[in-house]
Antibody, heavy 115, light 107 residues
Framework: EVQLVQSGGGLVQPGGSLRLSCAASGFTFSDYWMSWVRQAPGKGLEWVASIKQDGSDKNHVDSVKGRFTISRDNAKNSLYLQMNSLRAEDTAVYYC????????WGQGTLVTVSS | DIQMTQSPSSLSASVGDRVTITCRASQGISNYLAWFQQKPGKAPKSLISAASSLQSGVPSKFSGSGSGTDFTLTISSLQPEDFATYYCQQYYSFPLTFGGGTKVEIK
């Protein structure tokens, strides 16, 4: 069974940092692009970042470029999102997803940026 | 950036109805189109990828069609568990983009 189990998240002050993690199992992690998608309260889905199978290619939405970094560790079957200089508008539920086509999703983790 | 426009943004339907949701891309995306179902407080669930390929375990009442710029998701006979919000997403090029969603409600 494919599983994506997320950890990290929580309440952080504006300007602060957080690291989200996503542990994968049930499939060959190194065979897939992986992505992060977020959903602000009451809003639709917004793609955040994607990373190629070997980590050699990364893409981020313009609104997070220079602040967020996607990474992966294929030896640990894990995906990460390092979030720095957080802003109130980054408040959202963050999901990890298998592939750019979203074949399967993590359970989501809430990030709240507030003083 | 490729804009994805979904319509309608919401609809009311009865159990047993046939429902069609459309998604239009601002430029051609071949068949790099996915559909998701999301229920309140839950993660999205993949229904269809490559415009028309049903994901494993998804019932055949869901179907997708289209290529290029115009796509549709059809639910052949709406059941109580199908009331949810549906999203399309293009994965033809970065930035990946989603439609605004279609909320399917009970009439």
């Amino acid at each position: 069974e494919v599983q994506l189990v997320q950890s990290g998240g929580g309440l952080v002050q504006p300007g602060g940092s957080l690291r989200l993690s996503c542990a994968a199992s049930g499939f060959t992690f190194s065979d897939y692009w992986m992505s992060w998608v977020r959903q602000a309260p009451g809003k639709g889905l917004e793609w955040v970042a994607s990373i190629k199978q070997d980590g050699s290619d990364k893409n981020h939405v313009d609104s997070v470029k220079g602040r967020f970094t996607i990474s992966r560790d294929n030896a640990k079957n894990s995906l990460y999102l390092q979030m720095n200089s957080l802003r109130a508008e980054d408040t959202a539920v963050y999901y990890c997803a298998r592939s750019n086509a979203g074949y399967s999703w993590g359970q989501g983790t809430l990030v709240t940026v507030s003083s | 950036d490729i804009q994805m426009t979904q319509s309608p943004s919401s609809l009311s339907a009865s159990v047993g109805d046939r429902v069609t949701i459309t998604c239009r891309a601002s430029q051609g995306i071949s068949n790099y189109l996915a559909w998701f179902q999301q229920k309140p407080g839950k993660a999205p669930k993949s229904l269809i990828s490559a415009a028309s390929s049903l994901q494993s375990g998804v019932p055949s009442k869901f179907s997708g069609s289209g290529s290029g710029t115009d796509f549709t998701l059809t639910i052949s006979s709406l059941q109580p568990e199908d009331f949810a919000t549906y999203y399309c997403q293009q994965y033809y090029s970065f930035p990946l983009t989603f439609g605004g969603g279609t909320k399917v409600e009970i009439k």
